[in-house]
Every structure is written in C-alpha cells, then in structure tokens.
C-alpha cells in the first residue's frame, strides 16, 4: 500500500489557504449582510458571523480596525464589509478577515422602524380602542404636509371634487430630512388650537429615508397625544410608518386620506333620496296603521253599545252591595249574640257573690294581720320595754336606775331600775 498519496489535514488545509490567499478576488471582498453572535474580545477584537437569508460566514475584525468604526456592532444590525477571505488552518474554516465596516443605512433604519414600532406597541399607542372616530360629515379639515408637490394638490382636488362644502386649512411644514419631525409636531400642535374636525398628516411617496420622519418618536406621541382626529397619509399603498399605526385612520395614499376625509356628494344625495323615500313609507305606513286602528275603535262593540259598560258597572255595584249587606249582618248578629252572653253572665246575675268573695279574701287577710302584729300580744298580758325609744330584748345593756317605758294594752308606765337580776 503506498501512502505516499494521502495528505494530512493540516497539509490540506494549507493547500487551501494558499488558493484562497493567491486568489486576486479573495483578496479585497465587498460584503454585505446581518451581524449575528457577535462578541468582543477584551483585547479589543470582534468575533460575529455575517448571514443572509440562506448562508452564513464567519468574520473576524481585529482591534486596530476594530478601534476606527464610530459605532457600536450588535445582532441583528446590517453592516456593509471590506475585508479579505481565507482559511483559519486551525479548524479548517473559511472566514473574512473585516479591514473596514459601516452600517448598511436602509438595513439598519427597518431594524429602528421594529424596535420603536414594538416599543409603542407595548405602550398602547396602536390600541384600537383609543382610536377617535373620523366625523362623517367635516365642516373643516387640517392639512399638514408640503405646501408644494402632488400630495397636497392631490387632496385638496378631491375635497373640492367629492365634498365642496367643507373648509380646508394648510399647515405647511417640512417632511423630509434632519428638521422634518420638529415641523411636524409643531404644526400638530398649532393645528390643536383650531376648530377642525378632522386632521391630514402626511406626503407623498419616496423610500424609506425620504419617509422616515414620520417613522420618528416625537411624531408618534404628537400624533397619540392630539385631541383632533387624525388621518395618516404618508407614501403609496406598500408603504407603512409608525404615523399610520398611531393614528386613528391610516390612508393607502394622500388621495385617499382626503376620500377617507369628507363624503361624496353624489352617494350623499343618494343617500338623503333614500332616506326621504324611507320616510315617506314609514309615514304612509303609520297613517294607515291608525286609520285602522281608529276604525276598529270605531267599530267596537263597546262603542256602539255604550250601555253595556254601564250595565257591567251596575252589576258589579249590586253584588257589592248585597256582600256588604251579607257582612253587616253577620256583624251585627255576633255583636247582639256577645251581648247576650254578657247579660247571661253569673257576675252581672248575682253581683252580691263577688263582693262575697272580695269580703271573704279581706277578712282573711286582716286574720293573718293581726297574728303577726305585735300589739295583738298586748291584749294577752305581755307588755314591750323601751329604752330610748329602742325595744328592749335582753338585760344586757341595762343598769340600776336607767328609765324604761313600758307599753301595756291599755297605757304606758314610765319606770326606774332598782335592781338588775341576770
């Protein structure tokens, strides 16, 4: 077996190396793409990968480029980069080795238009149920675009060919570049002091940079925070900015705002014709409706006896009186019959039995009296001694020549003690 064919990895990989180093178009690559897992190193190196929808490179900057870039690289960002591909020999990859990087301008501001749109979002500045209703009929509309350029004639032309009655108002402002947005919020804010019922915000069509005022914070808030109904009308039909999902109507186009804005009088009279022939059915409708009804009211059997209701009424009068009659009788005949019973009572017939009772109880009472009142003891030879007007029940306490009273049944004796037996 001869060996001598086969190569090692390394000797393959440095035979790749070499074709991609001598390789002129290898040597100075212009790339463009989206930076994903990007790292920087502490001495100052980045390490991130370069994607497209379907492919994806390695890419290595090292701190002396690394340092010149005036902006700081993050995923997701679209850079455009000037650098050279070979192979790192240590893994076999292919990589580009970045000299010069710069923010790809058109990528970078769709990942700004997310970031603020999903941040808004959050807020409830698109809410539905915050948007304000556009008045059907308008008396005066706010315009705030250029005061030249398509957009406005091409508003201003279809209010006056579909509604002519409403009173248009021009704010003009800037809409494009570095001083568009302060304009903007500027002129949102003058046009709160008018008396408008509804309010154009928009331009004509461009790419993204041209819109991108309308793409800013400062509009979306002024916008969100104006008490005037608000129409966004920025671009053609494909283009969408913050403006349109913070207002509360967004318009395909300028032409459509001001559609979208007033009536069209045609549709309008049609309308009103419409509803004059509604009106006059429903009137017919409701004459005949009572013409009907009056006449069955005039038919009525009631109506043409009215006789019978007073019958009915008598009737009714006669069962309520004998049913009071019916009451009264039988009242009286219980009233009569407790009388009756009141005359028949054993009390009214023998009242000399209840004083009886009455005396019988008294003298009773009086008996019991008179075993326990202490002068009834008097009659039987005993007597009560006082002292001092105090009973006396015992020796004790009494001396020889103290004065007693004595109660007898029939008097007093007033006495002195000689002697005190104990």
């Known amino acids: 077996m001869n060996e001598d064919k086969?190569?090692?990895?390394?000797?393959?990989?440095?035979?790749?190396?070499?074709?991609?180093?001598?390789?002129?178009?290898?040597?100075t690559v212009f790339l463009k793409g989206e930076?994903?897992?990007?790292?920087?190193?502490?001495?100052?190196?980045?390490?991130?990968?370069?994607?497209?929808?379907?492919?994806?490179?390695?890419?290595?900057?090292?701190?002396?480029?690394?340092?010149?870039?005036?902006?700081?690289?993050?995923?997701?960002?679209k850079v455009l980069l000037v650098g050279r591909v070979s192979v790192y020999e240590a893994t076999g990859n292919y990589q580009i080795y970045v000299d010069e990087m710069q923010e790809d301008g058109v990528g970078n501001l769709y990942i700004a238009f997310e970031k603020l749109k999903a941040k808004l979002a959050?807020?409830?500045?698109?809410?539905?149920?915050?948007?304000?209703?556009?008045?059907?009929?308008?008396?005066?509309?706010?315009?705030?675009?250029?005061?030249?350029?398509?957009?406005?004639?091409?508003?201003?032309?279809?209010?006056?060919?579909?509604?002519?009655?409403?009173?248009?108002?021009?704010f003009p402002c800037l809409v494009q570049g570095e001083l568009a947005a302060p304009d903007i919020v500027k002129n949102i804010k003058l046009a709160s002091t008018y008396d408008l019922d509804v309010l154009i915000v928009g331009r004509g069509g461009g790419s993204i940079e041209d819109l991108w005022a309308f793409n800013e914070e400062i509009v979306a808030r002024?916008?969100?925070?104006?008490?005037?109904?608000?129409?966004?009308?920025?671009?053609?039909?494909?283009?969408?900015?913050?403006a349109d999902f913070v207002a509360d109507m967004r318009a395909p186009t300028p032409t459509g705002a001001a559609e979208m804005a007033v009536p069209n009088m045609s549709d309008l009279i049609n309308h009103i014709k419409q509803l004059n022939i509604r009106l006059n059915e429903?009137?017919?409708?409701?004459?005949?409706?009572?013409?009907?009804?009056?006449?069955?009211?005039?038919?009525?059997?009631?109506?043409?006896?009215?006789?019978?209701?007073?019958?009915?009424?008598?009737q009714n009068l006669d069962m309520l009186i004998e049913r009071l009659r019916i009451v009264l009788t039988n009242r009286i005949k219980q009233e009569k019959l407790r009388i009756e019973n009141i005359k028949n009572s054993y009390v009214l017939n023998n009242p000399d039995s209840l004083?009886?009772?009455?005396?019988?109880?008294?003298?009773?009472?009086?008996?019991?009296?008179e075993l326990v009142n202490p002068l009834g003891i008097l009659a039987r030879g005993y007597s009560i001694a006082y002292k001092d007007k105090n009973v006396v029940s015992s020796t004790k306490g009494i001396k020889k020549d103290d004065k007693l009273n004595i109660k007898l049944n029939d008097g007093n004796l007033d006495v002195i003690v000689s002697k005190v037996n104990k």
Do not use: W
Not at 291 to 312: A, G, T
């Open 6 to 27: 086969y190569l090692s990895v390394s000797a393959l990989t440095r035979y790749l190396k070499y074709k991609f180093d001598s390789d002129n178009n290898l040597r």
């Open 35 to 77: 930076i994903s897992n990007f790292k920087s190193h502490t001495r100052g190196h980045f390490y991130f990968s370069i994607k497209d929808d379907t492919s994806k490179i390695n890419a290595i900057m090292f701190s002396s480029n690394a340092s010149k870039i005036k902006f700081k690289p993050e995923d997701g960002m």
């Open 122 to 170: 959050k807020e409830g500045l698109f809410d539905k149920d915050k948007k304000k209703p556009i008045p059907k009929i308008p008396e005066r509309i706010g315009i705030i675009t250029a005061p030249t350029g398509a957009a406005i004639k091409d508003i201003i032309s279809t209010i006056r060919r579909r509604f002519p009655f409403s009173e248009t108002i021009l």
């Open 222 to 242: 002024a916008i969100y925070e104006c008490d005037i109904p608000i129409i966004s009308a920025v671009g053609h039909e494909i283009d969408f900015t913050i």
């Open 282 to 314: 429903s009137i017919y409708k409701k004459i005949n409706y009572q013409k009907l009804y009056l006449d069955s009211i005039k038919n009525s059997f009631v109506i043409k006896n009215p006789m019978i209701m007073f019958d009915n009424k008598k």
């Open 355 to 369: 004083y009886k009772d009455a005396r019988n109880n008294l003298n009773n009472l009086i008996e019991k009296l």
